[in-house]
């Protein structure tokens, strides 16, 4: 797995970390919310990841990283093993064609478990009832992961999708999963490849 283009290691330092960050909504609310936090946030759109950087030249935050990248590749050369205090994929594609591609699904995973603190949390938030089902069983099932299941508040606006899908009247829907401090994976040990096989 390539590292991305302009690849830039980060530190070993806990971080926040969103997946598919968009236009940097969320990320802009997170980080002015808590400042105390860093938040690197992950954007693999061109057109949205330059409207998240515009934001955050109009509105510095220091403890913001936009990061123009695929989530994959990124987060396996560049995170260390329990860095993640939380993270956050927010409506993402629910790939209703193809759903070996979402994300608890993937065999990848438990290896973004692996980057999770013990008692880290992890954020999904979806429009689609049926996906957010599908999660909680294989949560159950497959990961064994405890979770809050939760209804979002209708004047809730993290994303601009979040604002869309709850002007619609849709049920917008989010689980909040924790990493106990017991739990282990695979990957535990794997250290970040730090740019290695870099595509020119």
């Known amino acids: 797995m390539q590292a991305p ?5 980060v530190a070993n ?7 598919g960050a968009g236009k940097g909504k969320h ?45 994959l590749p990124w987060i396996v ?8 205090e939380q993270a956050f994929i927010l409506y993402p594609n629910p790939e209703p064609h193809n759903p070996a591609q979402r994300w608890l699904n993937m065999p990848f995973f438990e290896f973004l478990l692996s980057r999770i603190q013990p008692e880290g949390t992890l954020t999904l938030a979806s429009n689609i009832p ?21 209804i979002i508040a209708p004047d809730s606006a993290r994303t601009h999708f979040e604002i869309k899908y709850l002007q619609r009247g849709e049920l917008c ?12 994976t695979r990957f535990d040990q794997f250290m970040p490849l730090l740019g290695q096989n870099h595509a020119e």
């Open 5 to 9: 283009r302009a690849f830039t290691p």
């Open 13 to 19: 330092t806990p971080l926040c970390l969103e997946i």
């Open 27 to 71: 990320a802009m609310l997170f980080t002015e919310q808590h400042p105390e936090r860093h938040l690197v946030a992950i954007e693999r759109t061109k057109e949205k990841f330059l409207a998240m950087q515009k934001q955050q030249e109009l509105h510095a935050r220091a403890h913001l990283t936009p990061v123009h990248a695929d989530a």
């Open 77 to 84: 050369h560049a995170l260390y093993p329990a860095q993640v």
């Open 130 to 150: 049926e996906y957010i089902d599908e999660a909680a069983q294989q949560l159950e099932q497959l990961w064994q992961l405890p979770y809050e299941k939760q």
């Open 173 to 184: 829907q989010q689980l909040v999963i924790t990493k106990p401090a017991a739990y282990q």
